[in-house]
Nanobody, 127 residues
Framework: VQLQASGGGLVQAGGSLRLSCTAS????????MGWYRQAPGKEREFVAA??????YYGDSVKGRFTISSDNAKSTVYLQMSSLKPEDTAVYYC???????????????????????WGKGTLVTVSS
């Protein structure tokens, strides 16, 4: 399984960006795909996930970010709005099989249980 992420860039505070992540390979239907991010000097943190059971968001992005998917294209999108400088980080696409979005979002240190990672894409929000 490979994950190809795109869409990062530089944006001013208050602006928007959309990230995309396309999965290729043999993937079960009961999986969760989503995004984590890692800022300099910080641990990788959960951002949002989508699965067969629904969606789940990290507290810091609720109401500002929206995750969606196009199953026909095996692609997940992260629409980021009202961006803040503290959203600056490398964003990583992730996939874990046989789990749900809620399980990823509520499990402590779920980043250590991810099956597949995409290459990170940098999002920089200027003040």
């Amino acid at each position: 399984v490979q994950l190809q992420a795109s869409g990062g860039g530089l944006v001013q505070a208050g602006g928007s960006l959309r990230l995309s992540c396309t999965a290729s390979g043999s993937i079960s239907s009961f999986n969760a795909m989503g995004w984590y991010r890692q800022a300099p000097g910080k641990e990788r943190e959960f951002v949002a996930a989508i699965s067969w059971s629904g969606v789940y968001y990290g507290d810091s992005v609720k109401g500002r970010f929206t995750i969606s998917s196009d199953n026909a294209k095996s692609t997940v999108y992260l629409q980021m709005s009202s961006l803040k400088p503290e959203d600056t980080a490398v964003y990583y696409c992730a996939l874990k099989e046989f789990t749900s979005a809620q399980a990823l979002g509520t499990s402590p240190s779920s980043q250590h249980a991810i099956d597949y990672w995409g290459k990170g894409t940098l999002v920089t929000v200027s003040s």
